[in-house]
C-alpha cells in the first residue's frame, strides 16, 4: 500500500489498511470517490446527500474533507480546515487506499482519523492495450470514456486516459459537465533509475444542491419536494479547472538501498454561483441566499525518501528516511446576498432580485510545510515492529479581510508525532498487533485571550486482527480503537474588565471508540465478495 510509503504487505502492518483497486470499483460500478469508498470500515459516505462538487467522507467521526492525497501529496483547495478537497475523477484511479487512525508520522498535519489516497492510472510496460466505452443511467446521466495504454520498446510506455459527460442528480436542473485527460509515461532512463511522469486536467461546472426546506417536508408529497428546483438558472453559474503536474523518480543503489522522489504542481481555479435555502417566508414562499465564490489556489508539494535494509544477527530492519514539503497560495473571494424567495406551489424563474451583499471576504492565504520523518520496520523471527518519528515545521501568513473585521491567519506551528507498532505473524496467515499513533492539526484565529491558537492533538490506541487465507484470495480484519483529540476549540463566554466576552477556549476533548469488521474474498468463476 502506497499509504505506507513502504512495501511492507498489508497483513504485516501494525495499521489498519484498506485498498480498493480498480476491479472493485468497475464491479461496484461506482462513478465518484464516495461510492468506491461505501464498503470500507469506518467511512461514511455522501453525509449530506450526493453532490458533484466533492466528495464527502468521514472516517472514524472526523471529517476527511483536507485530508485527502493524489499519489501520496496532499490534494486541496484550501489553507484552512476544514474545507473540501475537489472531486477526482474516479475513471483515471487505479485503485484507492484508506488508512485509519493518525498519520501525521508519515504525512504532516491532519485530522487524527486517518486519510484517504488516490492512485493515479500508471503507463505500463507489459504490454498494449485499449478500451473504449460509453454510459447511460435512468436519471439521463451519459458519458463517454477511453483508456490506451502504449509500450514504445523496453524503455518507454505511455498511457492516455479520457472521459467526458454530464452527471444528472434527482433534480433534473443540476447537473456536472465534466471532462476529464490524463497522461502517464514511464522512463527507464538506466538499469537502475526509472522516471514517471503523471498530468491530470478537469474541466466540470458542479452545481450544488440546495436541498429541501424542512418545513415542507411531510406536508407535500416526498418525490415531488426531492425533484423540485430550488435555484434558478438565469444566477446558478459554475467554471472549474484543475490542472496537476509531476513526476516520480526512483532509483537503486543496488546494496539493497533505494531513493524515491515524487512532484506535484497543482493549479485550481473555480467561479461559482449557487442559490441555497433559508427559512420559509410563509405558507409555501421559500426563502433563498445566494453565494458568490471566485478561488484561485496553487501548490507545490514534494516527498523525497529513502529506504533500505540493515540486518542485525536475527533482526532486520527496514529504514526509511525522509522530507517532504509543500507551499500554497490561496487567494479567494465569497459573498453572501438573500435572493428572492420562490413559491413551491406556484414557482417562477428567470425574474430572480438580488440584494446587497450581507458578508463579504477577501482572503490572502501563503503558507508553507517542511518536515522529517524515520520510519523502522523490524522483523524477528514471528515477531513485527514498527517506530516512527515526525518533526514538522508550518508557517502561514496572510488575512481574511470581511465587512465585518479582518481575521489574521499568521502563525507558526512545528510539532513531533509519532508511531509505535507490535505484531506477530502465524504461518497460517494470521496476524495480530496493537498500535499507538499521535497527530496534530494547525488552527486559525485567536483564543478568548486574543492569543493564537494551538493546534489540536490527536492519539489513538488500537487492537487489531488479520487472517490472509491460503485457499482462496483475500483478506479479513477486525480492528478495535480508542481515538482522543484535545484542545479542541469550544465557544465560551466569561467575564472580563467587567463584562461579558465571547470567544474560544481550547479546552474540548473528542473520544471515539469503536470496532471496524471488514473482508474481502475472490471466489470461483469471478465471482468476489466484500462487506464491512
Do not use: C
Not at 24 to 45: F, K, M, R
Not at 131 to 158: I, T
Not at 254 to 266: A, D, K, Q, S
Amino acid at each position: 500500500s502506497a499509504t505506507t510509503k513502504t512495501g511492507r504487505p498489508i497483513l504485516e502492518t501494525q495499521s489498519s489498511v484498506s485498498v480498493v483497486p480498480r476491479a472493485q470499483i468497475e464491479e461496484q460500478g461506482a462513478t465518484n470517490l464516495a461510492e468506491a469508498l461505501s464498503y470500507s470500515a469506518g467511512v461514511v459516505t455522501e453525509n449530506y446527500g450526493g453532490d458533484p462538487r466533492f466528495d464527502s467522507l468521514f472516517l472514524r467521526g472526523f471529517n476527511l474533507e483536507n485530508d485527502k492525497f493524489l499519489d501520496g501529496l496532499r490534494l486541496m483547495r484550501s489553507t484552512q480546515f476544514p474545507t473540501s478537497a475537489p472531486a477526482f475523477e474516479l475513471y483515471g484511479l487505479e485503485r484507492v487506499e484508506v488508512l485509519r487512525g493518525p498519520a501525521s508520522v508519515l504525512y504532516g498535519a491532519g485530522t487524527p482519523a486517518g486519510l484517504v489516497n488516490m492512485v493515479q492510472k500508471r503507463a505500463q510496460a507489459d504490454g498494449d492495450f485499449t478500451e473504449l466505452g460509453f454510459s447511460l443511467d435512468s436519471k439521463g446521466s451519459a458519458s463517454a470514456f477511453g483508456d490506451a495504454n502504449r509500450v514504445v520498446d523496453d524503455r518507454l510506455a505511455y498511457r492516455i486516459t479520457a472521459k467526458g459527460g454530464n452527471d444528472k442528480t434527482d433534480v433534473e436542473e443540476i447537473d456536472n459537465k465534466r471532462a476529464y485527460l490524463g497522461l502517464s509515461a514511464s522512463f527507464a532512463l538506466s538499469e537502475a533509475t526509472e522516471l514517471e511522469l503523471m498530468a491530470s486536467y478537469h474541466d466540470d461546472a458542479p452545481i450544488s444542491p440546495t436541498g429541501v426546506p424542512n418545513e415542507l417536508v411531510g406536508l407535500v408529497d416526498a418525490k415531488d419536494l426531492r425533484e423540485f428546483y430550488f435555484g434558478d438558472d438565469s444566477i446558478n453559474f459554475s467554471d472549474r479547472k484543475m490542472a496537476t503536474l509531476g513526476f516520480g523518480l526512483t532509483h537503486d543503489f543496488g546494496n539493497g538501498w533505494r531513493l524515491n522522489n515524487t512532484f506535484r504542481y497543482t493549479d485550481f481555479d473555480w467561479d461559482y454561483d449557487g442559490i441555497y435555502l433559508n427559512p420559509l417566508v410563509g405558507g409555501t414562499l421559500v426563502g433563498r441566499g445566494l453565494i458568490n465564490q471566485r478561488e484561485s489556489f496553487r501548490t507545490i508539494a514534494t516527498d523525497l525518501r529513502l529506504a533500505g535494509r540493515v540486518t542485525s544477527g536475527a533482526m532486520t530492519h527496514d529504514l526509511t528516511f525522509g522530507v517532504d514539503a509543500q507551499k500554497l497560495k490561496e487567494r479567494a473571494y465569497t459573498g453572501f446576498s438573500d435572493v428572492s424567495p420562490i413559491d413551491y406551489a406556484a414557482p417562477s424563474y428567470g425574474s430572480v432580485t438580488v440584494g446587497t451583499p450581507t458578508y463579504v471576504a477577501n482572503k490572502s492565504v501563503d503558507a508553507r510545510q517542511i518536515g522529517i520523518y524515520a520510519l523502522d520496520e523490524i522483523e524477528y523471527g514471528n515477531w513485527r515492529a514498527t517506530a516512527g518519528l515526525r518533526h514538522e515545521w508550518t508557517r502561514q501568513s496572510g488575512q481574511s479581510a470581511t465587512n465585518y473585521g479582518t481575521t489574521d491567519y499568521a502563525r507558526d506551528d512545528q510539532q513531533l508525532t509519532g508511531h509505535l507498532g507490535l505484531g506477530y505473524l502465524w504461518d497460517n496467515g494470521v496476524s495480530v498487533y496493537a498500535a499507538y499513533s499521535t497527530s496534530y492539526l494547525p488552527q486559525p484565529g485567536f483564543d478568548i485571550d486574543n492569543n493564537p491558537l494551538k493546534p489540536t492533538h490527536g492519539k489513538q490506541f488500537e487492537l487489531g486482527a488479520k487472517y490472509e487465507p491460503t485457499a482462496f484470495d483475500g483478506l479479513f480484519t477486525a480492528a478495535l480503537y480508542d481515538l482522543r483529540e484535545t484542545d479542541r476549540n469550544t465557544t465560551v463566554t466569561e467575564e472580563i474588565g467587567g463584562r461579558p466576552i465571547t470567544g474560544t477556549r481550547q479546552i474540548g476533548e473528542a473520544r471515539i471508540r469503536g470496532l471496524e469488521l471488514e473482508g474481502v474474498a475472490e471466489l470461483a468463476e469471478g465471482w468476489s465478495l466484500k462487506g464491512a
